[in-house]
């Protein structure tokens, strides 16, 4: 399908460049005939000028459409690329590390912030946090086991910290011994693993990959106490990017299967640049030519609202970060990541627990917008989904088991955000997300001099019809008195679009 639309816009684009032609041919014949009375000399003269001007305009012309012609193309292809990341909209973060290990403690108290910053918060030299390494033994990991439980909560992709801020590498790295392999008593390669069980059970694999490195001594380490400091340059950082930073890249996109999704991080360090980021997004691109980039890669995001500036900044998708943009922006791919609690990387003691309500809706709300949704999770020390995270997931995947059609594949809401809840869109039918269902079994719909064709409950498997009015600005859909799902009932509204 996408394959053909390209070959269209191929045979059109041809097309166009030869009417432009033929065009600009017929259009200088006329104008020369109109100046043939004028006086011989001179019109040599004029004609030669005016034949030059034409030429120009012509190549201008043809200039003007090859481009309109490549962008096409262009556009194509990234629409063909990012197809199974638009249509699965939900998808499972995992930050995992030594940082689980000290949890949020260090020498006996807490340390403020989000989990996996703990070595630059708690201002934790190198050399004492490499000890966490000799105690990072998580016997109770078990990928079939993650993948299952992303699955079942209808999460169509993982994203894992292959590196995080601290250096430290989940899988078995040939450029560093500061890995899961070579530093651990556990000597199990994480992403190997993870890498079979999402391949087994249909999961799209992609890696968290930070840019920003306390551990190693070409990058952030040297900044001790303060490793986040964006004042400093480190001047071997281009060492760090060619030897490091980059086999690394190789080393992830080689061995471990088709990766989904390359996401960058720690990109707004001093030593990281524009140019550097548009380096490491064709390099990525030359090892899987299919996979997706976000815009962390470069430095085009504006802070935390995560989207990218106007300009040509590398990067296929903003990332809005711990928020939801107020609306969707067309054309534009995005995908807001958020914690259950208030760390990305496990906390002892973080209970601060978003509701499924919450997380149900702010899933609903983010596909109402086009957008994409990837929910963290922080696994233990001993490599479990502590129980909230369990039962969260279950809450959504059996919400998901109903109403994932109104969210996989779906678009922004074509009539804003309703009062009631929300609306996400596919094809001919409109998914109503009703938070708040009406008292007087009255639901308006704002669709002005539509005539839809049914509507029913998508948790009715008889999908029994509700009886619905048209007026010339409004469709009224009468409901029963009870809501099916307490948290977002969704009744399918098939209108007369195609
Ligand atoms: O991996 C998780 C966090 O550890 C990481 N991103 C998520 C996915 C994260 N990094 N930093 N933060 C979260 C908060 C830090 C923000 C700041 Fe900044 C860095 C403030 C100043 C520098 C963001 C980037 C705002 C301006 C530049």
């Known amino acids: 399908m996408r394959e053909k ?30 100046i043939r009375p004028v006086e011989k000399a001179t019109t040599t003269a004029v004609s030669s ?22 962008a096409k193309r262009e556009q194509a292809a990234k629409d063909a690329r990012m197809a199974w990341w638009r249509d699965a909209r939900f998808g499972m973060f995992i930050h995992w590390g030594l940082y689980a290990v000290p949890a949020g403690m260090y020498k006996g108290k807490r340390v403020d912030g989000i989990g996996e910053w703990i070595m630059n918060n708690g201002k934790i030299p190198v050399a004492d946090y490499e000890k966490y390494a000799q105690q990072f033994n998580p016997i109770g990991f078990n990928a079939d086991e993650w993948v299952r439980r992303a699955k079942s909560a209808g999460m169509k992709y993982i994203v894992i910290t292959s590196k ?26 994480i992403l190997k693993e993870l890498s079979a069980a999402c391949r087994q059970h249909g999961v799209k694999l992609c890696f968290y990959h930070s840019i920003m490195d306390w551990h190693n001594p070409d990058a952030q380490a040297p900044f001790y106490p303060n490793y986040n400091d964006t004042s400093k340059s480190n001047p071997e950082f281009d060492r760090y990017v060619e030897t490091y930073l980059k086999p690394q890249i190789a080393e992830l996109l080689t061995n471990y299967g088709p990766i989904g999704v390359m996401w960058f991080d720690g990109e707004w360090i001093k030593d990281w640049t524009e140019p550097k980021g548009k380096d490491m997004y064709a390099y990525v691109r030359g090892l899987q030519p299919k996979i997706i ?24 998708f903003g990332t809005p970060e711990q928020q939801i943009p107020p609306t969707g922006l067309p054309g534009v791919d995005w995908e807001t990541c958020m914690t259950m609690n208030d760390t990305w990387g496990y906390k002892s003691y973080d209970e601060n627990w978003k509701s499924s309500e919450t997380l149900i809706r702010n899933l609903a709300d983010i596909a109402s917008k086009g957008g994409n949704f990837l929910l963290n999770v922080g696994p233990s020390p001993e490599g479990l989904f502590p129980r909230a995270i369990e039962q969260r997931l279950e809450d959504m995947g059996k919400w998901m088991a109903v109403n994932g059609q109104s969210i996989y594949g779906t678009t922004a809401s074509p009539i804003g955000r309703p009062e009631w809840g929300r609306c996400t869109a596919k094809g001919d039918r409109l998914y109503l997300h009703v938070f708040n269902w009406p008292a007087d079994g009255k639901l308006d719909v704002p669709l002005a001099g539509a005539k839809p064709a049914k509507a029913y409950l998508l948790a009715d498997r008889k999908r029994a019809s509700l009886p619905v009015a048209a007026e010339q600005d409004k469709v009224t859909i009468s409901v029963p008195a009870n809501a099916p799902d307490a948290i977002d009932s969704v009744i399918v509204l098939v209108t007369n679009k195609k």
């Open 49 to 70: 000028e005016q034949a030059m001007a034409d030429k120009e305009q012509i190549a201008k012309k043809e200039q003007a459409a090859r481009e309109e012609l490549a």
């Open 293 to 316: 980039i976000n815009n962390r890669v470069g430095k085009g995001r504006k802070g935390m609202e995560g989207l990218s500036e106007s300009g040509e900044y590398a990067g296929d």
């Open 5 to 34: 639309q390209g070959r269209q816009w191929i045979v059109a684009g041809a097309a166009a460049v030869g009417l432009l032609v033929g065009l600009f041919v017929v259009a200088s014949c006329q104008r020369q005939t109109k």
């Open 164 to 189: 995080h801020h601290d250096g430290f590498c989940l899988w078995d790295s040939k450029v560093t011994q500061w890995d899961v392999m070579d530093a651990t008593p556990f000597k199990r390669d």
